[in-house]
């Protein structure tokens, strides 16, 4: 079963929220919303271990860090895997 979860930040908190969020490893997907359009959407493989997860996703971060100099507020929404 999924559920879906949504936090609003600045953008200087943007990277570093993110980041926080795949470190909790059970994160299916994370999408940037920024004034109600999808700007990101960042899919993670399922039981991949945090640190790989961020690995893999480093790219995607570097440019989530350049948009996020540019916004002052977005909404992350992130799809979440609970476990029976």
């Excluded at 943007?14 to 899919?43: A, C, M, S, Y």
């Excluded at 995607?60 to 799809?79: H, S």
Aim: charged share 25%; net charge positive; proline share 5%.
């Amino acid at each position: 079963m999924t559920t879906k979860e949504k936090f609003t930040v600045s953008g200087s908190q943007l990277v570093d929220k993110v980041k926080q969020l795949i470190h909790e490893g059970n994160i299916r997907k994370v999408r940037i919303i920024h004034k109600e359009k999808t700007v990101f959407e960042i899919p993670l493989t399922v039981g991949a271990p945090a640190t790989v997860a961020v690995i893999l996703v480093a790219p995607v971060l570097a440019a989530l860090g350049a948009f996020a100099a540019l916004v002052t507020e977005c909404t992350i929404e992130v799809e979440k895997i609970e476990k029976p």
